[in-house]
């Protein structure tokens, strides 16, 4: 006899019931992975009024407690904190993936700008186009190589201006921010965008800084989303005028070139600035929207990185005259006293190399470099990193840590000279130097960036002796008199120049 219908209904019923109950049980029973370690958070405000004036300070000083890998509550954001070269490469590289996501500032939703955003967007099929054609068209040896012309033009007249000014107070981070600019103007444009006597270019100049510092400044929206409408502290509204500023300027010369190139011969592929690349590249995806907003984020990244490294490089070089007389010794052997450095010089000076390396240890120009997003959940470390928080490396943090770097504090080109330590370099793949970053989420113009920085430094060094305008000998020069209050940025460094070179070379 066969089992009646009933009966087979009620087995599968009780088996399948017995099935949800086992797994009901197990899910309830499982071993949870916790989250890292971290200190307690106070309501509401979670650990925010721990991290202080200085975050990266604070974050290393906890992670001396806590560990490599951290979870701090700000506000309503669970954000972990990565402090080592190995869970940086844990993130940044094993689990790079999950990771290449950005946790996107309330001010740079302004205009939508993060929707056409190199370096703000979400990881996807758009993200992943502006990025191929940034370092196969843009940011490639071919392309940087061709315009080369451009920054030696711009660099020999930064030069010739302080050389005219016959031995005025130069104020060094005014001097380098514009020259930065002038540089990428020139490459993007053909033409130098900055002229103090224009009312128009001053006008960028300015916007560009000021950019710059909103985004340096804690914004309440980042930590209480629910405070968007309100923008209490108006960032979004100041910014939505900086970006249109930015964009109205990048809109008058992508007109002006749409209308002449209709009408005249098109370049050589060796003779295309980056504003002719981005035009041959439009599409439907790609439009004139998305060409302006990259090369507005072009003028800011690339200004502030470019600026801030050879600002402290100065400084670093000017207040150790050891390592100033080392960097002079080779600039004369390469290069002589009968001529101005070239680019290709560059190459050519191992030590020159290692104090930039030094220099992006000691200072890298994002401390905290810029927040990841965990796109699913993952298991780091034995710890849980919950979908969409907040991942932040302190790059500061690993280029201080006593366990990796002898002396950590000390400016010491000569470390990266000697032994394992001369094979580590900035591109991303030695997690105890990642300035720019590492993983998918690098800094495309890395390559563009180290050549303006070497450039530069190398041009302003061999072409003058500097001296500081108090007065006061260069090795007694106290970093915290001329650094903000976050220790990242300068309030003002001015030296004064004097001529080291024939003057029929200027």
Same mark, same amino acid.
């Given at each position: 006899?066969?089992?009646?219908?009933?009966?087979?209904?009620?087995?599968?019923?009780?088996?399948?019931? =017995? *099935?949800?109950?086992?797994?009901?049980?197990?899910?309830?029973? !499982?071993?949870? =992975?916790?989250?890292?370690?971290?200190?307690?958070?106070?309501?509401?405000?979670?650990?925010?009024?721990?991290?202080?004036? !200085?975050?990266?300070?604070?974050?290393?000083?906890?992670?001396?407690?806590?560990?490599?890998?951290?979870?701090?509550?700000?506000?309503?954001?669970?954000?972990?904190?990565?402090?080592?070269?190995?869970?940086? $490469?844990?993130?940044?590289?094993?689990?790079?993936?999950?990771?290449?996501?950005?946790?996107?500032?309330?001010?740079?939703?302004?205009?939508?700008?993060?929707?056409?955003?190199?370096?703000?967007?979400?990881?996807?099929?758009?993200?992943?186009?502006?990025?191929?054609?940034?370092?196969?068209?843009? +940011?490639?040896?071919?392309?940087?190589?061709?315009?080369?012309?451009?920054? $030696?033009?711009?660099?020999?007249?930064?030069?010739?201006?302080?050389?005219?000014?016959?031995?005025?107070?130069?104020?060094?981070?005014?001097?380098? +921010?514009?020259?930065?600019?002038?540089?990428?103007?020139?490459? &993007?444009?053909?033409?130098?965008?900055? %002229?103090? @006597?224009?009312?128009?270019?001053?006008?960028?100049?300015?916007?560009?800084?000021?950019?710059?510092?909103?985004?340096?400044?804690?914004?309440?929206? %980042? +930590? #209480?989303?629910? *405070?968007?409408?309100?923008?209490?502290?108006?960032?979004?509204?100041?910014?939505?005028?900086?970006? $249109?500023?930015?964009?109205?300027?990048?809109?008058?010369? &992508?007109?002006?070139? =749409?209308?002449?190139?209709?009408?005249? /011969?098109?370049?050589?592929?060796?003779?295309?600035? #980056?504003?002719?690349?981005?035009?041959?590249?439009?599409?439907?995806?790609?439009?004139?929207?998305?060409? !302006?907003?990259?090369?507005?984020?072009?003028?800011?990244?690339?200004?502030?990185?470019?600026?801030?490294?050879?600002?402290?490089?100065?400084?670093?070089?000017?207040?150790?005259?050891?390592?100033?007389?080392?960097?002079?010794?080779?600039?004369?052997?390469?290069?002589?006293?009968?001529?101005?450095?070239?680019?290709?010089?560059?190459?050519?000076?191992?030590?020159?190399?290692?104090?930039?390396?030094?220099?992006?240890?000691?200072?890298?120009?994002?401390?905290?470099?810029?927040?990841?997003?965990?796109?699913?959940?993952?298991?780091?470390?034995? +710890?849980?990193?919950?979908?969409?928080?907040?991942?932040?490396?302190?790059?500061?943090?690993?280029?201080?840590?006593?366990?990796?770097?002898?002396?950590?504090?000390?400016?010491?080109?000569?470390?990266?000279?000697?032994?394992?330590?001369? $094979? &580590?370099?900035?591109?991303?793949?030695? #997690?105890?130097?990642?300035?720019?970053?590492?993983? !998918?989420?690098?800094?495309?113009?890395?390559?563009?960036?180290?050549?303006?920085?070497?450039? /530069?430094?190398?041009? =302003?060094? @061999?072409?003058?002796?500097?001296?500081?305008?108090?007065?006061?000998?260069?090795?007694?020069?106290?970093?915290?008199?001329?650094?903000?209050? #976050?220790?990242?940025?300068?309030?003002?460094?001015?030296?004064?120049?004097?001529?080291?070179?024939?003057?029929?070379?200027?």
């Amino acid at each position: 006899m066969g089992i009646p219908p009933l009966s087979w209904s009620s087995l599968l019923l009780t088996t399948c019931s =017995l *099935l949800l109950l086992f797994f009901l049980w197990r899910r309830a029973n !499982r071993v949870r =992975l916790p989250l890292p370690p971290g200190p307690p958070a106070w309501p509401i405000v979670g650990n925010l009024f721990q991290l202080g004036k !200085r975050p990266q300070e604070s974050m290393y000083d906890l992670s001396l407690q806590y560990g490599p890998l951290m979870t701090l509550c700000l506000g309503m954001k669970t954000t972990v904190v990565v402090s080592s070269p190995a869970m940086a $490469k844990e993130l940044l590289k094993t689990h790079d993936h999950i990771f290449a996501g950005r946790q996107v500032l309330e001010a740079l939703k302004s205009l939508s700008h993060h929707k056409s955003s190199l370096v703000w967007g979400e990881y996807g099929p758009y993200w992943r186009y502006l990025r191929r054609i940034s370092t196969v068209e843009l +940011f490639s040896p071919k392309r940087l190589d061709a315009l080369q012309h451009l920054r $030696k033009d711009q660099v020999f007249r930064t030069i010739r201006l302080i050389f005219e000014d016959k031995g005025k107070v130069v104020d060094i981070g005014q001097m380098v +921010f514009c020259t930065s600019l002038n540089l990428l103007g020139n490459m &993007i444009f053909s033409t130098t965008v900055f %002229d103090p @006597h224009n009312p128009a270019s001053a006008e960028l100049k300015d916007t560009i800084w000021k950019v710059m510092k909103l985004l340096g400044k804690p914004n309440l929206v %980042d +930590f #209480f989303p629910f *405070l968007r409408l309100l923008d209490p502290q108006g960032v979004s509204r100041q910014m939505a005028r900086y970006f $249109k500023v930015l964009y109205d300027f990048s809109d008058t010369f &992508i007109q002006k070139r =749409l209308a002449t190139s209709s009408q005249s /011969v098109k370049p050589n592929d060796s003779e295309k600035d #980056f504003l002719d690349v981005l035009l041959d590249f439009r599409s439907e995806d790609f439009t004139l929207v998305g060409i !302006r907003a990259l090369i507005a984020e072009l003028f800011v990244a690339g200004t502030e990185t470019v600026t801030t490294t050879i600002e402290w490089g100065m400084a670093e070089i000017i207040r150790n005259p050891q390592k100033l007389n080392r960097v002079r010794e080779e600039l004369d052997e390469v290069v002589g006293y009968k001529r101005r450095v070239e680019e290709s010089d560059v190459d050519h000076m191992p030590y020159l190399h290692a104090a930039v390396k030094e220099i992006f240890r000691l200072h890298p120009a994002v401390p905290l470099l810029l927040p990841h997003k965990a796109e699913s959940s993952c298991e780091i470390g034995g +710890f849980l990193i919950p979908k969409d928080s907040q991942v932040i490396v302190n790059a500061w943090a690993i280029g201080r840590d006593p366990s990796i770097w002898n002396n950590p504090l000390e400016f010491m080109p000569e470390r990266f000279l000697e032994g394992e330590n001369s $094979k &580590i370099e900035y591109s991303g793949q030695n #997690f105890e130097l990642i300035p720019f970053g590492a993983g !998918r989420r690098i800094c495309p113009a890395v390559p563009l960036a180290s050549r303006m920085v070497h450039f /530069v430094l190398a041009s =302003l060094l @061999h072409s003058f002796e500097w001296k500081l305008a108090d007065g006061k000998r260069c090795e007694l020069m106290d970093m915290a008199d001329i650094t903000d209050e #976050f220790g990242t940025t300068f309030k003002e460094f001015k030296a004064i120049p004097v001529p080291r070179l024939h003057h029929h070379i200027y």
